[in-house]
């Protein structure tokens, strides 16, 4: 299984962006999704996550301003980033689970200038 993560950049505070993280040379369905964060210096940290029921989990610097979705028909998972702050800035990185184990994507930069 490989896990293609994209749509980071620079934006401006206030900006919104949308990531993707698509997985490939996958045969069965993931029950769990989520994007974590790490940013210079920090501990990787929560983002969001979604479960095959649709059941969301926010970190709570974030709840109101992203939104995560996913599409299992093409086992891709994506987050909407509203209003974003320059203390979003990190490198983002998909996450996928399923029976067989855990899965990171490579990451993707996301970088808020105020």
């Known amino acids: 299984v490989q896990l293609q993560a994209s749509g980071g950049g620079l934006v401006q505070a206030g900006g919104s962006l949308r990531l993707s993280c698509a997985a490939s040379r996958s045969t069965f369905r993931f029950v769990y999704m989520a994007w974590y964060r790490q940013a210079r210096g920090k501990p990787r940290e929560l983002v969001a996550s979604?479960?095959?029921?649709?059941?969301?989990n926010y970190a709570d610097s974030v709840k109101g301003r992203f939104i995560i979705s996913r599409d299992n028909a093409k086992n891709t998972v994506y987050l909407e980033m509203n209003v974003l702050r320059p203390g979003d800035t990190a490198v983002y990185y998909c996450?996928?689970?399923?029976?067989?184990?855990?899965?990171w994507g490579q990451g993707t930069q996301v970088t808020v200038s105020s």
């Open positions: 996450n996928f689970g399923s029976p067989y184990g855990y899965y």
């Open positions: 979604i479960d095959n029921g649709d059941a969301t």
